[in-house]
């Protein structure tokens, strides 16, 4: 039985309109070019008749495959797939299809993948992998194809970025531990190769300083976002016989590692050992004790990183050294406490109190 294809001349002789009219009534990025009561009845006939708009065609008319990449390190860590969620919900709106890439944080697979999505024609990119030296976004920059970064930026400046306060979000968490006595504060930080690492800890050492609290040996930089970076982290920090009362992680997941590598070592968050975390993926209120951490508004991010790309495709193009950063809220729950005393010994492997660290 063959069955007749609904064509966009039948929606808009149904409406009572011009083909054309009804074209641009039907897509997002042109209907506001006609009154919304002419959307509105174009819509219902669409409806009643069963019409699929052909993208295809529509991307053959204007030389676009409606299709953007998005280019994550790592779908396993919980922040990202609020973005995606976000970017995502905006590009459907306008009728854009999403593709997601995920590197594994591997800067070779990063090349391949993205190389491999411009030789299909996408319309542009949004990134989240962005190294401070990143070769890949400056052939994108090079080859001039429409690319907004979200949650991490590079040091080049040539695309816009989206992303959390984290300077504020950091100076919150180490504001918190003070008010709460501690004196002795340890910081697990993000790798030196991403932005994120390097502006949580320049805002650590910022917020110490300014306190009048030492910073002396207090930064143990972390090789990835990882919960086992964060156990080796800690280990690594009471094997040389750090003294703390509170950890400020880069992220949810270092923090989830140093209380476990704390709890090898008998050593109880909070009642020993404070910990913030950074992001608050959703398990981190559910888990016992829950965590206080840093809200950040993820699913907005990856929102605005999306409008800000379909700005660009429809050609506004954005001041590209754009920087938007959203505000972000500490949660405070169980994982941070008073501090028994001002400077107490955590124990090291050996069951020895180490040595005091200045």
């Known amino acids: 039985m063959r069955v007749n294809k609904v064509r966009l001349v039948d929606v808009a002789r149904e409406a009572g309109v011009h083909a054309g009219t009804a074209s641009r009534a039907l897509n997002p990025a ?19 008749l069963g019409y699929v708009p052909n993208t295809l065609a529509r991307g053959l008319r204007t030389s676009r495959s409606f299709v953007v990449a ?98 504020h979000g950091i100076e919150m968490c180490v504001e918190h531990l003070m008010q709460l006595g501690h004196r002795s504060i340890l910081h697990l930080a993000g790798p030196a190769d991403t932005s994120t690492g390097r502006e949580r800890t320049s805002a650590f050492r910022q917020a ?34 750090a003294d703390f009362t509170a950890i400020v992680a880069a992220n949810d997941l270092l923090a989830i590692g140093a209380q476990e590598a704390l709890a090898e070592h008998g050593i109880n968050c909070p009642k020993d050992v404070s910990i913030t975390g950074y992001n608050d993926a959703d398990f981190m209120r559910r888990l016992t004790p829950a965590f206080t951490t840093v ?52 124990t090291g492997r050996d069951g020895e109190a180490p040595n005091t660290v200045a």
């Open 30 to 48: 042109a209907r506001d070019e006609v009154s919304p009561q002419t959307v509105r009845r174009v819509e219902r006939a669409a409806r009643k």
């Open 70 to 167: 998005l280019v994550v390190p790592d779908i396993t860590n919980p922040l990202f797939p609020h973005i995606v969620r976000g970017a995502e919900q905006v590009l459907a709106e306008f009728d854009y299809t999403l593709v997601l890439t995920d590197t594994n944080n591997d800067p070779k697979t990063e090349r391949s993948q993205v190389a491999a999505m411009r030789a299909r024609g996408v319309d542009g990119f949004i990134v989240a992998t962005a190294r401070w030296k990143d070769p890949v976004l400056d052939e994108l920059a090079e080859a001039e194809i429409p690319t907004v970064l979200v949650n991490r930026r590079n040091d080049g400046g040539r695309f816009p970025y989206i992303g959390g306060d984290d300077r």
């Open 208 to 241: 110490m300083r300014a306190r009048r609290l030492p910073t002396s040996r207090a930064i143990v930089e972390c090789a990835s976002y990882t919960e086992q970076a964060g156990a080796h982290a800690v280990n690594a920090a009471l094997d040389r016989g």
């Open 295 to 346: 809200r950040v508004p993820l699913n907005r991010m990856g929102a605005l990183a999306a409008r800000t790309l379909l700005a660009w495709l429809r050609g506004d193009e954005p001041e590209l050294s754009t920087q938007i950063l959203l505000p972000v809220e500490l949660m405070q729950r169980g994982t941070t406490a008073s501090a028994r005393w001002a400077s107490r010994k955590t």
